[in-house]
């Protein structure tokens, strides 16, 4: 839908900014929620029931940000400003938005809100280049341990922009997500012929409800 002009015009008139949304003809939602997505569907939603532990789930969003941070070092001279596909979006915008969406599971905890300007932030003028990226990654990765060590660190729910998910909802969306976009990265880099050093193994991103494509 993103590079569709015509329907991102139609998708903003209903309010819809960001992608997945879903629409029979009739109806608009977000494809971030599932339980919506299910009852649009008319199946049952089971994927609390496959869910990953709170702390698996932590253990991971945490191994995704630091792969991040080591992979983007990697990237060659011009690299961040290579674009990705289907999308106006860089690389560098690609790596800062991974680690905007993890710092911003706890951002929301903290003020029990999600508004999507968060997602729509791009890297600011002082990270343009990969080790100020990789600094921000680390600041992340660190504030995110902090916020595990609280009591209250997977508690209560969220008002997002696609409607209200507790905390397990919304760590999983956010593992995933973050977990999409490494792929996306490590694909980018090999196309630059850059062979990511100490990649993320298949287990790190076995139980994550990940989509098969990789755009």
Same mark, same amino acid.
């Given at each position: 839908?993103?590079?569709?002009?015509?329907?991102?015009?139609?998708?903003?008139?209903?309010?819809?900014?960001?992608? @997945?949304?879903?629409? #029979?003809?009739?109806?608009?939602?977000?494809?971030?929620?599932?339980?919506?997505?299910?009852?649009?569907?008319?199946?049952? #939603?089971?994927?609390?029931?496959?869910?990953? @532990?709170?702390?698996?789930?932590?253990?991971?969003?945490?191994?995704?940000?630091?792969?991040?941070?080591?992979?983007?070092?990697?990237?060659?001279?011009?690299?961040?400003?290579?674009?990705?596909?289907?999308?106006?979006?860089?690389?560098? #915008?690609?790596?800062?938005?991974?680690?905007?969406?993890?710092?911003?599971?706890?951002?929301?905890?903290?003020?029990?809100?999600?508004?999507?300007?968060?997602?729509?932030?791009?890297?600011?003028?002082?990270?343009?280049?990969?080790?100020?990226?990789?600094?921000?990654?680390?600041?992340?990765?660190?504030?995110?341990?902090?916020?595990?060590?609280?009591?209250?660190?997977?508690?209560?729910?969220?008002?997002?922009?696609?409607?209200?998910?507790?905390?397990?909802?919304?760590?999983?969306?956010?593992?995933?997500?973050?977990?999409?976009?490494?792929?996306?990265?490590?694909?980018?880099?090999?196309?630059?012929?850059?062979?990511?050093?100490? @990649?993320?193994?298949?287990?790190?991103?076995?139980?994550?409800?990940? @989509?098969?494509?990789?755009?």
């Amino acid at each position: 839908m993103e590079g569709n002009a015509a329907a991102v015009e139609e998708f903003e008139r209903h309010g819809m900014r960001m992608v @997945p949304v879903l629409t #029979d003809g009739e109806r608009l939602f977000h494809g971030w929620n599932p339980e919506e997505l299910a009852r649009f569907v008319d199946v049952e #939603d089971k994927s609390e029931k496959k869910r990953l @532990p709170v702390a698996e789930l932590a253990r991971r969003l945490e191994r995704i940000v630091e792969a991040a941070r080591r992979a983007i070092l990697e990237a060659p001279p011009g690299g961040l400003d290579a674009k990705v596909p289907q999308r106006e979006r860089t690389v560098r #915008d690609l790596v800062y938005h991974l680690f905007r969406l993890s710092a911003a599971y706890r951002d929301a905890l903290e003020t029990r809100t999600y508004p999507e300007s968060w997602l729509q932030e791009t890297a600011p003028a002082e990270m343009q280049d990969a080790t100020a990226l990789a600094h921000y990654g680390e600041r992340v990765r660190e504030r995110l341990a902090e916020w595990w060590a609280r009591a209250d660190a997977f508690a209560g729910d969220v008002g997002t922009y696609y409607g209200r998910q507790s905390a397990p909802e919304l760590l999983e969306r956010t593992t995933w997500h973050a977990a999409q976009h490494l792929r996306q990265l490590y694909a980018l880099l090999e196309g630059m012929g850059v062979t990511p050093k100490e @990649p993320l193994a298949k287990e790190d991103f076995e139980g994550l409800p990940l @989509p098969k494509e990789l755009w």
